[in-house]
């Protein structure tokens, strides 16, 4: 069983910047694909970015390209969500999910294409 756990919410003025963590535990960070995704109240979980096992391949949503970068460190078992020029429209609940059985260069963008799934950490931005 992977456990995930995310870190690093809080509140921040507009264009402020926050760094998210996603703790992986359990089985290895690698055999995984990656996705951070975020709900605000009142509306639908959103694909922020989601990243392939290989690290190196990335979609990011329109409205974050640009100040936002994931990356991954397999050898920490964490992931990360790098989050700059934060806006007031970026405030939701942030969470990060892995997918199994990944292919190594692929990414999912769909919230059902995965298995597991933090708690959330809550990403406040003040006008």
């Known amino acids: 069983q992977v456990q995930l756990a995310e870190s690093g919410g809080g509140v921040v003025h507009a264009g402020g910047s926050l760094r998210l963590s996603c703790a992986v535990s359990g089985r290895s960070l690698s055999l995984y694909a990656m996705g951070w995704f975020r709900q605000a109240p009142g509306k639908e979980r959103e694909l922020v970015v989601a990243v392939s096992r290989s690290g190196d391949i990335a979609d990011y949503v329109d409205s974050v390209k640009g100040r936002f970068t994931i990356s991954r460190d397999n050898a920490k078992s964490t992931v990360y969500l790098e989050m700059n020029s934060l806006k007031p429209e970026d405030t939701a609940v942030y969470f990060c999910?892995?997918?199994?059985?990944?292919?190594?260069?692929?990414?999912?963008?769909?919230?059902?294409?995965?298995?597991?799934w933090g708690q959330g950490t809550q990403v406040t931005v003040s006008s």
């Open positions: 999910a892995a997918r199994k059985l990944s292919g190594i260069y692929l990414t999912y963008t769909q919230s059902y294409e995965y298995d597991y």
